[in-house]
């Protein structure tokens, strides 16, 4: 596999919290002196609830975070509208942008164009076009790459939109990819196409719970586990991904987790 992953294991989401929270201000400091923003893409699921655990339960003032200065996209999103209770917008506007404190600075936060919710593919090259404009126009790159990726794990080892043997697997060229047959539903989506969501600066996998435990033996002990779309991300990316878990996650995982702090 080349350099693993890290896979950072504690015994629950409220120890797991603090060093997600120093993983991601690590990232946010590197981007910021590198080209003074910091973009990330988060995906849905349990996600947002963790990483607002992580960022803002922090007390007595927090000077860490310098939200003007992040732009939040959207690893993937269900095609629907903005207040959806399907919606990963809402999801994470929720979760996480309501509670911001003021003083704390407000994200630029890049939601899908709901004007195509009934062409998929349009909306897929359109978010494409708002990360071309964040992206390109700044460092001219061919394929975008995410200061981090905050990313979840689905019980088939999905990430993203991105299943199990799907043909979207195959994708070299497109940057944002529609799916109209999602196993888990709702079925029409978009989601980062598996180039962008490997080549992620950092990419943070958050994955809790003992329904996980099944799924991260055959990703992380299996080699068939490693043509799972969470697999194939930990190959390509190898040690630029840290994976977040809580003990029930990992029980009876062979591949060696660090316990504790980072
Ligand atoms: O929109 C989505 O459906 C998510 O982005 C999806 O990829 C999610 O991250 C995984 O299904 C894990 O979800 P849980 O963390 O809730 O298990």
Request: hydrophobic content about 40%.
């Given at each position: 596999?080349?350099?693993?992953?890290?896979?950072?294991?504690?015994?629950?989401?409220?120890?797991?919290?603090?060093?997600?929270?120093?993983?991601?201000?690590?990232?946010?400091?590197?981007?910021?002196?590198?080209?003074?923003?910091?973009?990330?893409?988060?995906?849905?699921?349990?996600?947002?609830?963790?990483?607002?655990?992580?960022?803002?339960?922090?007390?007595?003032?927090?000077?860490?975070?310098?939200?003007?200065?992040?732009?939040?996209?959207?690893?993937?999103?269900?095609?629907?509208?903005?207040?959806?209770?399907?919606?990963?917008?809402?999801?994470?506007?929720?979760?996480?942008?309501?509670?911001?404190?003021?003083?704390?600075?407000?994200?630029?936060?890049?939601?899908?164009?709901?004007?195509?919710?009934?062409?998929?593919?349009?909306?897929?090259?359109?978010?494409?076009?708002?990360?071309?404009?964040?992206?390109?126009?700044?460092?001219?790159?061919?394929?975008?790459?995410?200061?981090?990726?905050?990313?979840?794990?689905?019980?088939?080892?999905?990430?993203?939109?991105?299943?199990?043997?799907?043909?979207?697997?195959?994708?070299?060229?497109?940057?944002?990819?529609?799916?109209?047959?999602?196993?888990?539903?709702?079925?029409?989506?978009?989601?980062?196409?598996?180039?962008?969501?490997?080549?992620?600066?950092?990419?943070?996998?958050?994955?809790?719970?003992g329904g996980k435990k099944e799924i991260m033996k055959q990703i992380f002990d299996t080699e068939e586990g490693h043509q799972l779309p969470c697999g194939l991300i930990n190959t390509f990316a190898q040690d630029r991904v840290s994976?977040?878990?809580?003990?029930?996650?990992?029980?009876?995982?062979?591949?060696?987790?660090?316990?504790?702090?980072?």
């Amino acid at each position: 596999m080349g350099k693993p992953p890290n896979l950072y294991a504690f015994p629950g989401t409220d120890e797991l919290a603090p060093s997600l929270r120093a993983f991601v201000i690590d990232a946010q400091n590197t981007a910021l002196e590198r080209h003074n923003i910091f973009r990330v893409g988060v995906s849905g699921g349990s996600l947002p609830k963790v990483l607002a655990k992580a960022l803002l339960e922090k007390k007595n003032g927090d000077n860490e975070l310098d939200f003007d200065r992040w732009e939040i996209f959207f690893a993937d999103e269900r095609a629907v509208p903005l207040d959806h209770e399907d919606s990963n917008y809402r999801l994470v506007k929720e979760e996480l942008l309501d509670k911001i404190p003021a003083e704390m600075g407000s994200p630029t936060v890049f939601p899908i164009d709901v004007r195509y919710l009934d062409d998929i593919q349009e909306m897929a090259d359109q978010y494409e076009q708002t990360l071309v404009k964040s992206f390109a126009a700044r460092d001219s790159v061919k394929i975008p790459m995410f200061d981090l990726l905050l990313l979840g794990c689905g019980p088939d080892g999905h990430t993203c939109s991105l299943f199990p043997g799907s043909p979207l697997l195959r994708e070299t060229e497109a940057w944002v990819l529609p799916i109209s047959d999602s196993p888990k539903p709702p079925p029409k989506r978009i989601t980062l196409s598996l180039p962008v969501a490997s080549h992620g600066i950092k990419i943070g996998f958050i994955a809790t719970g003992g329904g996980k435990k099944e799924i991260m033996k055959q990703i992380f002990d299996t080699e068939e586990g490693h043509q799972l779309p969470c697999g194939l991300i930990n190959t390509f990316a190898q040690d630029r991904v840290s994976w977040f878990v809580d003990y029930p996650a990992v029980e009876g995982v062979s591949f060696p987790s660090r316990r504790g702090n980072l």
